[in-house]
């Protein structure tokens, strides 16, 4: 018997590693030349693995997006509720700390970011974009219950629209980043996006609720397919 059979969990971590190589070469491949631009041959090539092993992992190339993009969004999620967290004194900082968070993604991992923008938006999306926005009412009942804690009785339809204004600062900058257009953003132009973002939570302006309730609707529909 070889030592490498000797010792506990040696295939198991083998095998974990060459999955985990196989969805970064992927990751970058999709992001870089796009899914239906990229072959299993290239990624297992890459990868330095063989093709049979991509499919006892993963099924298909398909099967491999569905794992890639699965992951980003529950790892997308938990951090997105770590910075939901306790020590967030009021709204504004509470999405000053989400927009940091998500802005140094686009700067520190920006293949993930493209790879999971071009996706979830792209003609491959379906299911996989379904599963990403029916975590909507899950974040908005995360933001309700941090508010709660601060003090603040927010309606659902104003933290509807402070999350919807707040994605929209997002996906904005996010694509400045990923064209190159900025490398960074100073601290006084993060706050001052997020206080906008927040103003929906404590403002007078009137919110459309019949609108709005039609948008939730729908999002609680998507959540339904994605079941």
Known sequence: MSTAEKQPG?????????????????????????????????????ASVTPPMLYYYFGSKHGLLESLVNERIAWFSDQATVVLGDGCATPEDLFSRWLRLFFSMAIEEPDSIRFM??????????????????????????LAGRLAEMGLTVSADRVTLAV????????????????????????????????????????????????????????????EKSV
């Open 10 to 46: 040696h295939h198991t971590g083998h095998a974990e590693c060459n999955r985990a190589r196989i969805m970064q070469v992927a990751e970058r491949l999709f992001a870089t030349r796009g899914y239906a631009a990229t072959s299993v041959r290239q990624i297992v090539a890459e």
């Open 117 to 142: 923008t071009s996706t979830l938006f792209g003609p491959t999306s379906g299911a996989l974009a379904r599963n990403h926005f029916s975590r909507s009412p899950e974040l908005q009942a995360l």
């Open 164 to 223: 919807f204004m707040l994605r929209g600062v997002l996906n904005t900058f996010i694509l400045f980043f990923l064209e190159g257009v900025l490398t960074t953003v100073d601290d006084e132009l993060v706050d001052a996006l997020a206080a906008r973002a927040a103003a929906p939570l404590t403002d007078d302006l009137p919110i459309p609720t019949q609108s709005l309730q039609s948008v939730i609707a729908a999002l609680q529909a998507n959540e």
